[in-house]
């Protein structure tokens, strides 16, 4: 069946990391059959500062690996004139762009601002929430509350990437939230050779190493991760360091300033990510914030032991004592002491490997993601096209319809 998606991130010619977990999702669902196309929206922005550059420069009109990319540009403003306006603004584009695809089902990636875009239209959809936009986004203003309540209201079918985030999305009045947890591609990310790997990295052989992939930036807990390898330096513990972000320059000042051996190798292609989860002995993720993190995923299709923080989804995949250890946000302490117990035990380290890559073979594959979702996709697309029982009443009626309330001003 043709799939739209409306996804929040997505990969561009400028930014072909953001949102790559979309992707990869479609591409496993195109497998199966589908045929997909996206729709993104992108704030229009004063023509000044850095911000309106990064939206200046994406594209109207791209595709990425065969999938077609339209973006649709709308004026956000302050309080009111923010995303409930988007939802009116956009109105006329989306319709268009859904009577060109002609789509069966609509997939909304992103609670907010996304899941807007979808509420006008007569085509069912998907709703799938992934972090902040369930989490953090609808609480900060009534507003965007009642927004957000419509979205997940106006669905055929709400998933979430954890229970951490269901829970959220039962606040907001969905009663039935299906998890289906992010994955990996199993055909790049699997078990290969430690030493092979870190002979394709140019890494040492033989002492303990420690991987982080993620946003160099505060909230990913980097700073912290740099304060437990200190406390490491008599294991001669290695860092390695995928990905970018406003911290990148100091962390790698710091690693020099504290006698931290490291290298950053920024962003990385998906063969070579893997290379690098597989010449680690442990992946950490010190988040302070996530919704179900893609690397953590990646890294257990691998093999590999994870420490990370009690956060979002985290403890749902990162089984404490079982696959890795789960650490308190902010604990370096805790979590310097983790990373030594899985770095100094290695029959310790061999069983967490093994229960990293069981679990992630059965739940944590973008295959099986997918599998889930074309499920999904099929009892949606029966349930609309099924003749209503006499007497039904509004069963007929487009639950888009049913939630199209505009917002009072004093709600914004």
């Not at 994406?58 to 409930?84: H, N, Q, S």
């Not at 406390?231 to 710091?254: D, M, V």
């Amino acid at each position: 069946m043709r799939v739209l998606v409306i996804a929040n991130n997505f990969p561009s010619p400028d930014r072909p990391y953001n949102g790559v977990f979309n992707l990869r999702q479609m591409r496993a669902l195109r497998e199966l059959g589908h045929e997909m196309a996206v729709v993104r929206f992108v704030p229009w922005a004063p023509p000044f500062g850095g911000r309106w550059q990064r939206y200046r420069i994406v594209p109207t009109a791209y595709d990425v690996e065969g999938i077609p990319v339209r973006t649709l540009r709308g004026l956000m403003g302050r309080k009111c004139w923010g995303l409930g306006t988007v939802r009116y603004q956009l109105q006329a584009q989306v319709a268009a762009e859904i009577a060109a695809f002609r789509p069966n089902v609509i997939h909304v990636h992103g609670l907010l601002p996304s899941g807007v875009l979808a509420l006008d239209s007569n085509i069912p959809y998907v709703l799938t929430a992934h972090g902040s936009d369930t989490y953090a986004l609808p609480w900060t203003r009534r507003g965007l509350e009642l927004l957000a309540r419509s979205v997940a209201g106006g669905a055929m079918a709400v998933t979430a990437v954890s229970e951490f985030i269901a829970s959220h999305l039962h606040r907001l009045g969905a009663a039935h939230v299906r998890v289906i947890y992010n994955g990996a591609d199993p055909a790049v990310f699997r078990p290969l050779d430690r030493q092979a790997a870190r002979m394709r990295l140019k890494l040492p052989a033989e002492v303990p190493i420690v991987a982080f992939v993620g946003h160099l930036v505060e909230e990913k807990g980097v700073h912290d991760l740099i304060d437990a390898l200190a406390q490491l330096r008599s294991l001669r513990a290695y860092a390695i360091f995928a990905g970018s972000g406003s911290l990148s320059a100091a962390l790698e000042e710091r690693c020099m300033r504290d006698g931290i051996n490291a290298t950053f190798y920024g962003m990385l292609d998906q063969e070579r990510l893997a290379d690098l989860y597989a010449a680690a002995d442990v992946f950490t993720l010190p988040s302070y914030r996530e919704g179900l993190p893609t690397v953590i995923c990646e890294a257990m299709n691998v093999g590999r032991a994870v420490v990370a923080t009690r956060i979002g989804g985290i403890p749902e995949i990162v089984r404490h004592g079982i696959n890795g250890f789960i650490v308190e946000p902010g604990d370096v302490t805790q979590l310097s002491e983790r990373l030594r117990t899985v770095l100094s035990d290695s029959t310790l380290r061999d069983r967490f490997e093994s229960a990293s890559l069981a679990f992630a073979q059965a739940h944590l594959t973008w295959q099986g993601n997918a599998r889930e979702y074309a499920a999904i996709y099929r009892d949606v697309v029966e349930k609309q096209t099924s003749p209503a029982p006499a007497g039904a009443g509004l069963a007929c009626v487009s639950p888009n319809a049913m939630v199209s309330t505009r917002l009072r001003e004093d709600d914004c």
